[in-house]
């Protein structure tokens, strides 16, 4: 048997085996249900995602701490994934400098076939397993950084490649996958394998599977924000505000967090030079913005600790 057929063979072996290539019967008449019911019925599917995500809370804190800490040495969070996956580590990364006031290099998202593929499929990237090395490589991977590989069938080449050569550098290694026992996960420190099981349209891996990345890369970047001093009292403190709107969020959180009115509030941000976290140490402590700052450094930006040291 040539070559060719006997990998064809194997992989239709491999796949065989996977949760989420799996199909249902009971689904084969879904082009005939009215579209309340196809509705109702798609909605049900995804009721099961956020419990599995729970089953997985002990693996996602570890990798919370583990990013952390990692953060805290000067360290990134680097994700890599193809297709689907690989689009969410991009938009969580994007969505970091403006949510939180993270430099850009601090999250970073990778994605097999590069920028164009955010945009379009580029074929056969996903299955290159040299890519993601050669990315890590130029980016100057080191042991205080962290790579997430996220990959719903758990054996996309691309992210194994990755994730081995990441765990040979030290850096922490955390792998989001839809199936147990995948190898991706044998590739990690720290293996998330959240089972969502077969998809809505069998194969499509973007629904149960990508709403469950969505949810475990949420968490994992929020939360180990939250514990950087991100935020205060669950509001964000550290967003850049590039826009009205935000502009005007700005002033509304300092307003509701520092009890005070609206044009009290727009004057201590333009004392803080728009900083809504040094406007509430100003307001909470009565310091002039150098004050502040330096209180704010020295608590390593921990607005709450920096209060307590003013006080």
Same mark, same amino acid.
């Given at each position: 048997?040539?070559?060719?057929?006997i990998?064809?063979?194997?992989?239709?072996?491999?796949?065989?085996?996977?949760?989420?290539?799996?199909?249902t019967?009971?689904?084969?008449?879904?082009?005939?249900?009215?579209?309340?019911?196809?509705?109702?019925?798609?909605?049900?599917?995804?009721?099961?995602?956020?419990?599995?995500?729970?089953?997985?809370?002990?693996?996602?804190?570890?990798?919370?701490?583990?990013?952390?800490?990692?953060?805290?040495?000067?360290?990134?969070?680097?994700?890599?994934?193809?297709?689907?996956?690989?689009?969410?580590?991009?938009?969580?990364?994007?969505?970091?400098?403006?949510?939180?006031?993270?430099?850009?290099?601090?999250?970073?998202?990778?994605?097999?076939g590069?920028?164009?593929?955010?945009?379009?499929?580029?074929?056969?990237?996903?299955?290159?397993v040299d890519?993601?090395?050669?990315?890590?490589?130029?980016?100057?991977?080191?042991?205080?950084?962290?790579?997430?590989?996220?990959?719903?069938?758990?054996?996309?080449?691309?992210? #194994?490649?990755?994730?081995?050569?990441?765990?040979?550098? %030290? =850096?922490?290694?955390? !792998?989001? @996958? +839809?199936?147990?026992?995948? &190898?991706?996960?044998?590739?990690?420190?720290?293996?998330?394998?959240?089972?969502?099981?077969?998809?809505?349209?069998?194969?499509?891996?973007?629904?149960?599977?990508?709403?469950?990345?969505?949810?475990?890369?949420?968490?994992?970047?929020?939360?180990?924000?939250?514990?950087?001093g991100?935020?205060?009292?669950?509001?964000?403190?550290?967003?850049?505000?590039?826009?009205?709107?935000l502009?005007?969020?700005?002033?509304?959180?300092?307003?509701?967090?520092?009890?005070?009115?609206?044009?009290?509030?727009?004057?201590?941000l333009?004392?803080?030079?728009?900083? #809504?976290?040094?406007?509430?140490?100003?307001?909470a402590? %009565? =310091?002039?913005?150098? !004050?502040? @700052? +330096?209180?704010?450094?020295? &608590?390593?930006?921990?607005?709450?600790?920096?209060?307590?040291?003013?006080?």
């Open positions: 048997m040539p070559n060719d057929d990998r064809l063979q194997e992989l239709l072996e491999e796949l065989a085996h996977l949760g989420t290539e799996a199909s019967t009971e689904r084969g008449d879904l082009d005939l249900l009215p579209t309340p019911d196809l509705v109702r019925a798609m909605n049900t599917e995804d009721r099961g995602v956020p419990d599995a995500v729970a089953a997985r809370t002990s693996e996602i804190a570890a990798a919370v701490d583990g990013i952390t800490e990692r953060f805290r040495s000067g360290g990134r969070l680097i994700y890599i994934g193809a297709g689907t996956a690989g689009r969410i580590g991009v938009l969580d990364a994007s969505e970091c400098p403006p949510t939180f006031g993270t430099e850009p290099s601090m999250v970073v998202g990778l994605i097999a590069g920028e164009t593929a955010i945009r379009s499929a580029v074929e056969d990237a996903e299955d290159d890519a993601a090395e050669a990315s890590l490589r130029e980016l100057g991977l080191t042991e205080r950084d962290t790579v997430v590989g996220i990959s719903a069938s758990g054996r996309t080449p691309y992210v #194994v490649g990755g994730l081995r050569f990441a765990r040979g550098v %030290g =850096a922490l290694t955390v !792998a989001i @996958a +839809s199936n147990e026992r995948s &190898a991706i996960g044998a590739e990690a420190s720290i293996p998330i394998e959240v089972i969502t099981g077969p998809e809505f349209i069998s194969g499509s891996t973007r629904l149960k599977s990508g709403t469950a990345q969505k949810l475990v890369v949420n968490m994992l970047t929020t939360l180990s924000m939250i514990k950087l991100k935020t205060y009292r669950g509001v964000m403190v550290d967003l850049v505000a590039t826009n009205e709107k502009r005007a969020r700005s002033i509304r959180t300092v307003s509701q967090l520092a009890g005070v009115d609206v044009e009290t509030a727009s004057d201590a333009a004392a803080a030079d728009g900083s #809504v976290k040094l406007a509430l140490l100003m307001l402590s %009565g =310091a002039d913005a150098d !004050a502040a @700052a +330096s209180a704010l450094a020295r &608590a390593d930006g921990v607005l709450r600790e920096a209060i307590v040291a003013l006080a």
